[in-house]
């Protein structure tokens, strides 16, 4: 006997996982992420026994559901399974993941389509952050055909475009964590920044790189790994996100001044291996780094004396991601009045997983 869950599985980005509605899953916690554990087949360097893709980038999860929450349509609630753990962290957001939310939501009923384009406001619960999805819905449904494309990712597809609307201090409250632009922990400078996923930015200099390097490099480089991983766990404890040792968040961001024509260089690692392009949520932290005096990164991209307004280029090991940057940084109160990113999606499956029915033995 086998149970069955109700699953569409949904590309977002550059990252890939089963979306669920709330309502097909367990409502308590603890026995959800049993059942997650079981469905994407972890802890497993594989994940043969269930339907991850055996990376970080393939192992994630969307949890969808009505909001009863003024002005918004949809609760989202990301879930990162690890592959090798048995661990299910809600602590994250995925911007990537993010860009399948709106399509998935209309597709599913959710949200009625209204003319060429829908716009989808969608609440993020693991950082209790406003985004707003505008999806292409021609003829009143979803199309998921189109010319955008975005490094990362084969083709082309329909343009999804994210506006994050408070994602200053995400998940400490502070576009600082520290109280500080720069740290030093370790004999190593580091900044700590929190805007869309709390992050600690290095200069890739000074633990002995480029910044340049591929992701597949930057992996088989453990004493690497292990130095920032070290660092990072003291970074959360300054950031007020106490021991992080069993949790993916902060991520770290390996920056150095741009080659091909960006703004900053960054290598991001979620944290313990280096994505092969770049998150969302990270490229919004590491853009408005750029525009916060006295960063890491605001010096590496040169705009540290003129905080940037417009387009931010990132760099990354599969080509570059642009975030459009309308902010206020410096002031007593810290605003983003814009930072948009596009995205593409595609609903790749629809069906139901099966897990096995000890996990969960529906009522």
């Known amino acids: 006997m086998q149970t069955k869950i109700p699953c569409v599985m949904m590309r977002g980005g550059t990252s890939r996982g089963p979306f669920f509605l709330a309502s097909d899953l367990p409502s308590d916690p603890a026995r959800r992420d049993e059942v997650l554990l079981a469905a994407m087949g972890s802890p497993h ?33 990301f879930a990162q399974v690890l592959v090798n753990e048995r661990l299910v962290d809600t602590r994250p957001n995925c911007g990537n993941i993010l860009g399948a939310v709106g399509p998935y939501a209309i ?46 990712v ?21 576009l600082l964590p520290t109280g500080r632009p720069l740290d030093v922990i370790d004999g190593i400078e580091v900044s700590c920044v929190d805007v869309a996923m709390p992050m600690v930015l290095f200069s890739a200099t000074q633990l002995g790189k480029t910044g340049h390097e591929s992701a597949e490099e930057l992996d088989a480089d453990t004493a690497l790994i292990a ?10 404890e300054l950031m007020g996100l106490g021991d992080v040792s069993a949790s993916v968040v902060p991520k770290i961001g390996l920056l150095a001044e741009p080659q091909h024509g960006g703004t900053i260089s960054s290598r991001y690692f979620v944290p313990y291996s280096c994505h092969r392009a770049h998150a969302v949520t990270g490229a919004l932290c590491v853009a408005s780094a750029c525009a916060v005096p006295g960063t890491i990164a605001s010096r590496l991209s040169g705009l540290d004396s003129v905080p940037p307004q417009g387009v ?49 033995q529906e009522a």
């Open 154 to 174: 084969p083709g082309t597809a329909a343009p999804v475009k994210l506006n994050f609307r408070s994602a200053i201090g995400s998940i400490t409250g502070k």
């Open 312 to 360: 931010v280029r990132i760099e990354h090991p599969s080509g570059t991601i642009s975030i459009d940057l309308d902010v206020d940084l410096v002031s007593a109160t810290p605003t983003i009045r814009r930072a948009a990113v596009i995205r593409t999606a595609r609903r790749l499956f629809e069906g139901s997983v099966l897990i096995p029915s000890e996990v969960w």
């Open 227 to 236: 130095r920032m991983e070290a660092i990072r766990r003291k970074a959360g």
């Open 107 to 152: 597709d599913a009923g959710l949200v009625p389509a209204q003319g060429d384009e829908t716009t989808v406001r969608i609440f993020n619960v693991n950082t209790q952050a406003e985004v707003h999805a505008i999806v292409q819905t021609p003829g009143g449904s979803v199309t998921y055909s189109g010319d955008a494309a975005i490094d990362g």
């Open 45 to 77: 360097s594989y994940q043969v026994d269930g339907i991850g893709g055996a990376t970080p980038f393939t192992s994630k999860v969307a949890i969808i559901s009505p909001s009863q929450r003024p002005g918004i349509d949809v609760d989202y609630l």
